[in-house]
């Protein structure tokens, strides 16, 4: 079964920048080059939201309304691993940071959390005012 790690979060002035990335591990690591990954976050006291989502060769993205055109999505077959540039950061993108692997095989990207069966440990993003 795949493992999926996050790593790269921190505390940031409002406009600044974080890259995120997720680390996919386990005997079954060839599934991450087959299935769709995205990004969720959540904030205290908040659901879990989607941010952004990305299918098994990179040709289909997609974007939360509140995030587009300031974080992009990526991913790197060769290394098992998912990247978030965020950058223009905000106060309200404060948040535990997600990664996560569809349950189908990804020739289209998924936003629904019912769409994907593993999940990172999340990493925290904090965005100071």
């Known amino acids: 079964q795949v493992q999926l790690e996050e790593s790269g979060g921190g505390l940031v002035q409002a406009g600044g920048s974080l890259r995120l990335s997720c680390a996919a591990s386990?005997?079954?690591?060839?599934?991450?080059?087959?299935?769709?990954m995205a990004w969720f976050r959540q904030a205290p006291g908040k659901e879990r939201e989607f941010v952004a989502c990305?299918?098994?060769?990179?040709?289909?993205?997609s974007y939360a309304d509140s995030v587009k055109g300031r974080f992009t999505i990526a991913r790197d077959h060769a290394k098992g691993t998912m990247t978030l540039q965020m950058n223009s950061l905000k106060p309200d993108d404060t948040g535990v940071y997600y990664c996560?692997?569809?349950?189908?095989?990804?020739?289209?990207?998924?936003?629904?959390?019912?769409?994907?069966?593993?999940w990172g440990q999340g990493t925290q993003v904090t965005v100071a005012s």
């Open positions: 996560a692997k569809s349950r189908e095989y990804g020739r289209t990207c998924y936003r629904a959390i019912g769409d994907f069966d593993i």
């Open positions: 386990g005997r079954t690591l060839n599934v991450f080059n087959v299935i769709s």
């Open positions: 990305i299918n098994w060769n990179g040709a289909d993205t």
